[in-house]
């Protein structure tokens, strides 16, 4: 997977440079990688750690990814599906592991998947498209799902069936998809595989829906972290969740959990930690927050209000900076 994300800097980092970015907003606990940042070496610089980043693209400049910025250059490969792809093919609500080095906050990707949930034809459209089955699978939609490649929610409720659908989204404790982002996919496309594990590095960032929840062990997902009592105590199957921790002897801990409203959720609502199983609140008021910069709707461009989704999704694009030429090489 270290082949997995440089292409999609190419691609962006010329037209970002002249367009307004955010950064962002730290999820709280050990930095928003799970990374401490007190310490120094011997340069005067935070020494960076490994970093396993698996969850959803919630905005550009650079990506953001559960909350944290992560950087990326022309070196970088992306792939989709485990093929590589061009940088096109990335947009935000897709669900993305990365392989990154990060301190703090900020991280540079060494490699990102973008990882499908489910691609193939649809067999069933129920609840005014609210509801999917593709391939055998359930697919929800909700408010937060996003739209690609032209498809919009009404298109979707009238969609026939057969009509061949990209799914991104996080399986919930039953192993329905909760979709992110949906959008068509060409009758060549390659069909998802099994679903994602945290690439396995020193420290781990990780979101997804509690399955299964034991005395010292937790399962998000697909993959089955150590949790201490106190902190296990507090999780609930069905939960929503992005976990923070670190590999030691072959298991992976978990020293954070932040409870999430949404996957696209920057700013969580809760953060628990292991070292004192207490419990801090976002600090939200009023509406919810998702895109981690003090209420109202979705930026869910990544960059300039609402609007800006609406102007994007008309286009048939992906949400993010317009720029000329190329491809999805998503088909």
């Given at each position: 997977?270290?082949?997995l994300?440089?292409?999609?800097?190419?691609?962006?980092?010329?037209?970002?440079?002249?367009?307004?970015?955010?950064?962002?907003?730290?999820?709280?606990?050990?930095?928003?990688?799970?990374?401490?940042?007190?310490?120094?070496?011997?340069t005067?610089?935070?020494?960076e750690?490994?970093?396993?980043?698996?969850?959803?693209?919630?905005?550009?400049?650079?990506?953001?990814?559960n909350?944290?910025?992560?950087?990326?250059?022309?070196?970088?490969?992306?792939?989709?599906?485990?093929?590589?792809?061009?940088?096109?093919?990335?947009?935000?609500?897709?669900?993305?592991?990365?392989r990154?080095?990060?301190?703090?906050?900020?991280?540079?990707?060494?490699?990102?998947?973008?990882?499908?949930?489910?691609?193939?034809?649809?067999s069933?459209?129920?609840g005014?498209g609210?509801?999917?089955?593709?391939?055998?699978?359930?697919?929800?939609?909700?408010?937060?799902?996003l739209?690609g490649?032209g498809l919009?929610r009404?298109?979707?409720?009238?969609?026939?069936?057969g009509?061949?659908?990209?799914?991104?989204?996080?399986?919930d404790?039953?192993?329905?998809?909760?979709?992110?982002?949906?959008?068509?996919?060409?009758?060549?496309?390659?069909?998802?595989?099994?679903?994602?594990?945290e690439?396995?590095?020193?420290?781990?960032?990780?979101?997804g829906?509690?399955?299964?929840?034991?005395?010292?062990?937790?399962?998000?997902?697909?993959?089955?972290?150590?949790?201490?009592?106190e902190?296990?105590s507090?999780?609930?199957?069905?939960?929503?969740?992005?976990?923070?921790?670190?590999a030691?002897?072959?298991?992976?801990?978990?020293?954070?959990?932040?409870?999430?409203?949404?996957?696209?959720?920057v700013?969580?609502?809760?953060s628990?930690?292991?070292?004192?199983g207490?419990?801090?609140?976002?600090?939200?008021?009023?509406?919810?927050?998702?895109?981690g910069?003090?209420?109202?709707?979705?930026?869910?461009?990544g960059?300039?209000?609402?609007?800006?989704?609406?102007?994007?999704?008309?286009?048939?694009r992906?949400?993010?900076?317009?720029?000329?030429?190329?491809?999805?090489?998503?088909?």
């Open positions: 997977m270290k082949r994300l440089a292409a999609w800097a190419c691609g962006l980092a010329a037209a970002l440079a002249a367009a307004p970015g955010w950064a962002c907003v730290d999820p709280g606990g050990i930095g928003g990688t799970g990374i401490d940042p007190g310490g120094i070496g011997g005067g610089q935070r020494a750690a490994e970093l396993g980043v698996l969850g959803v693209i919630t905005g550009f400049a650079s990506i953001c990814v909350g944290i910025e992560v950087h990326f250059d022309a070196a970088t490969p992306v792939a989709l599906n485990g093929e590589p792809v061009s940088a096109a093919a990335l947009g935000v609500g897709q669900v993305v592991a990365v990154a080095l990060g301190s703090g906050t900020q991280a540079r990707a060494q490699a990102i998947d973008i990882v499908d949930a489910a691609v193939g034809p649809l069933a459209v129920e005014g609210e509801l999917l089955q593709i391939q055998g699978q359930r697919v929800r939609v909700g408010a937060a799902t739209f490649g919009s009404t298109q979707l409720a009238a969609a026939q069936i009509e061949t659908m990209r799914v991104s989204g996080l399986r404790a039953e192993g329905t998809i909760v979709a992110t982002r949906i959008e068509p996919a060409g009758p060549n496309a390659r069909a998802a595989g099994a679903d994602p594990e690439p396995g590095l020193g420290r781990f960032l990780v979101q829906f509690v399955a299964d929840v034991q005395p010292r062990a937790v399962r998000v997902g697909a993959t089955t972290f150590a949790v201490a009592p902190l296990g507090q999780l609930s199957r069905g939960q929503l969740v992005r976990v923070a921790g670190r030691e002897g072959g298991n992976r801990i978990v020293e954070r959990a932040d409870i999430l409203r949404s996957p696209l959720d700013r969580p609502e809760r628990l930690r292991a070292d004192t207490g419990e801090r609140r976002s600090g939200r008021e009023g509406g919810e927050d998702r895109s910069r003090g209420g109202g709707d979705v930026d869910r461009s960059r300039s209000g609402p609007e800006r989704v609406e102007r994007v999704e008309r286009s048939g992906s949400e993010r900076p317009e720029r000329s030429g190329g491809n999805s090489g998503r088909n």
